[in-house]
C-alpha cells in the first residue's frame, strides 16, 4: 500500500514466506464433523439438551415461516469441524446467512486448499513464521480482485476456489512454480458452499488483525471494500427480521455481537422495527451474570455478547433471548441434531 504521511511505516516487501504445505497443522480434512456423525452421536447432557430446545424449536419454526436463520460464529466453529454442519445447513435451506471473522474465512479457505489448517503457533512465534505462509497471497488478491469487480469478501473467496476462469485471474498474478494451482478438498468449503447454494457468506474483517495482514500482497483498501460489502449484505438479512426469524451468536465475543447491534440500529433508523417473534441466542462457554448486564462495576457487563445479544436487544423489541453455556464442541452438533 502507498503511504505518503510523515510518519514511519513498516516495509512489508521484506516479508519472508514459505509453502503452506511445510506448515505443521492441527486439523485435518478428514477429522471434521460430518453431519452422519452429529446424529448419531449420543445426545448432549439434560441440562444442555434442555438449554438448547428452544433455539432448536425457534429455527424449525422460521423455516416453516419462511422467516430468516442467520448463524455468526467466531473461527473455531470452522476451526472445531463444523464446517460440514453449515453446509449441509446452507444445502437444506435452513440457513439464510452465515456470517464470520477473517480468521474463519482463513481455516475455511486453508480446509479448501490443502485439506489442513490451524498453525501451531508456538512452535513458529519466534522464529517469526507465524502466518508467514505464501499461500496467503491468494487470498489477498482474490480480495483485491472481487473488490475491483464490487464483490463482497465472501463471493470473492468462494469464487476463487469454484471459477475457474476467477482463480486463473488470480494466480497469474501471484502465483510461483510449484505452488498449488486447484483446491484439494473444496467439499469441505463454506465459502465454495455459498457459491453453490447462493446462501451469503459474509466476512467481517478488521484491520491489522489476520495473518493475511502480515504478508507484502495485503491491501487494505480492498479488504475494508469487500468486508464492508458483506456488512451491507447482513444488514440486509437483518431487514428480514421485522417478520420474526433466529440469530445466533456462536463464540464470537466481539464482532459478532458488535455488528449486529450496528445492523439493528440501521434498520430501526429506516422503519424496519425488529418483531417481537425473533430468537436471539449466544452460545458461549463462559457463565452467565443476568444482573451484570446494567451494572458496569461487575466485569460481566463488559461481555458483548451477552450484554447485546442475549439482553439489551431482546429487550428493547420484546423479543427471546437465550444464553446456552458449553463446550461448542458439544453444544452445536447437540443443537443440530435438535434442528433434524
Known amino acids: 500500500m502507498k503511504y505518503s504521511g510523515r510518519f514511519p511505516i513498516f516495509n512489508p516487501a521484506s516479508i519472508r514466506t514459505y509453502p503452506l504445505s511445510e506448515r505443521q497443522n492441527k486439523v485435518r480434512w478428514t477429522e471434521l464433523v460430518q453431519p452422519q456423525r452429529a446424529l448419531a452421536d449420543p445426545p448432549a447432557p439434560a441440562e444442555i439438551g434442555a438449554a438448547v430446545q428452544p433455539v432448536a424449536r425457534a429455527i424449525r419454526r422460521a423455516r416453516d415461516n419462511d422467516w430468516p436463520v442467520v448463524l455468526f460464529s467466531g473461527a473455531h ?34 480446509l479448501a486448499l490443502i485439506g489442513e489448517t490451524s498453525e501451531y503457533v508456538p512452535n513458529v512465534l519466534a522464529r517469526g513464521e507465524f502466518g508467514m505462509a505464501y499461500e496467503f497471497c491468494y487470498i489477498n488478491e482474490a480480495i483485491r480482485e472481487g473488490n475491483r469487480r464490487a464483490l463482497g469478501y465472501g463471493e470473492s473467496l468462494g469464487l476463487m476456489i469454484t471459477d475457474d476462469a476467477f482463480r486463473e485471474t488470480v494466480l497469474a498474478r501471484v502465483r510461483r512454480p510449484g505452488a498449488p494451482r486447484a483446491f484439494a478438498h473444496p467439499e469441505v468449503s463454506v465459502l465454495a458452499a455459498s457459491a453453490y447454494t447462493g446462501v451469503p457468506v459474509t466476512v467481517h474483517a478488521i484491520i491489522g488483525g489476520d495473518v493475511i495482514d502480515q504478508h507484502p500482497s495485503f491491501d487494505g483498501e480492498a479488504k475494508g471494500g469487500a468486508s464492508g460489502r458483506d456488512f451491507l449484505i447482513f444488514v440486509e438479512q437483518v431487514r428480514r427480521f421485522k417478520h420474526g426469524g433466529v440469530f445466533i451468536n456462536m463464540g464470537s465475543a466481539v464482532i459478532g455481537p458488535e455488528v449486529f447491534l450496528k ?10 422495527v425488529l418483531s417481537p417473534e425473533l430468537v436471539i441466542a449466544d452460545f458461549d462457554i463462559r457463565p452467565y451474570q443476568p444482573q451484570a448486564m446494567s451494572d458496569e462495576r461487575q466485569f460481566g457487563y463488559y461481555f458483548r455478547d451477552q450484554k447485546s445479544v442475549v439482553t439489551r436487544i431482546p429487550q428493547a423489541f420484546g423479543a427471546r433471548g437465550y444464553y446456552v453455556q458449553g463446550d461448542q464442541l458439544i453444544t452445536f452438533p447437540e443443537l443440530f441434531r435438535q434442528v433434524g
Request: charged share 15%; proline share 2%.
Open 77 to 110: 466453529v470452522l476451526k472445531n469441524g463444523f464446517g460440514p454442519l453449515i453446509i449441509d445447513w446452507m444445502r437444506r435451506g435452513i440457513l439464510t446467512l452465515y456470517a464470520v471473522n477473517t480468521a474463519g474465512s482463513i481455516h475455511d479457505f486453508e
Open 263 to 272: 445492523a439493528v440500529s440501521m434498520v430501526c433508523n429506516v422503519g424496519d
